[in-house]
């Protein structure tokens, strides 16, 4: 196997934790955003969801409360206080970003994320400023495992994805990505994927 021209990856779970429940207890407490976030009656991942694949939020936060008014709240207070739920960063995985800018290797993210709570990660955590490209879901309007993102990565990265590594906690995102030519890997943790990069030639 080639040694890879590139490195691509996922964002939430893999280089920042998405924790939702902390913004979201926040707002109506940890019972509350428990209760919400395991509620029979509304499906907050598939909700999230679209706002990743472009839908605004305050149209999202509308339509919410109008389907689910007792869950306003709740459905609020995520937003409110998003950056919460992205304060902590996943173990080990920035240092291995760290190590791969340094050596030269030219770095991609492609995250499923909103276009308005973006900036937030981005000012929270300063090793995103070492990719040379970071596609977001929100602003292309079109979420993983859809093909056309990783179209839409294809035209960035200027390079053929056959020739790139793919990082995603998401084992259904990694099957896009490999239908897509990417050579996907399963995140599982940051020292399984060193192991994993430098089987493949990659100086971490």
């Not at 080990?92 to 993210?109: M, S, Y």
């Not at 900036?119 to 993983?144: N, W």
Request: proline letters at 7%; hydrophobic letters at 45%.
């Amino acid at each position: 196997m080639s040694r890879p021209e590139a490195v691509v990856m996922d964002l939430g779970d893999v280089l920042i934790r998405w924790e939702p429940q902390r913004a979201i207890a926040a707002a109506v407490g940890e019972e509350e955003a428990h209760r919400f976030l395991t509620a029979a009656d509304f499906d907050f991942h598939a909700w999230n969801h679209e706002q990743d694949a472009g839908r605004p939020w305050p149209e999202a936060e509308a339509s919410a409360g109008r389907t689910h008014p007792h869950w306003e709240p709740h459905v609020l207070g995520y937003r409110a206080n998003f950056a919460l739920a992205v304060e902590h960063p996943v173990p080990g995985t920035a240092a291995i970003v760290e190590r791969l800018h340094a050596a030269g290797v030219p770095l991609f993210a492609l995250t499923n994320w909103s276009a308005e709570l973006f900036p937030v990660a981005r000012a929270r955590h300063a090793v995103l400023r070492l990719f040379d490209d970071i596609v977001v879901s929100g602003e292309e309007g079109l979420a993983k495992p859809e093909p056309g993102i990783f179209e839409a990565l294809a035209a960035r990265v200027g390079r053929p994805l056959e020739r790139c590594v793919y990082v995603d906690d998401s084992a259904r995102n990694v099957a896009a990505g490999a239908r897509a030519g990417l050579d996907a890997i399963v995140f599982t943790g940051a020292e399984q994927l060193r192991v994993d990069l430098r089987s493949r030639g990659l100086p971490v």
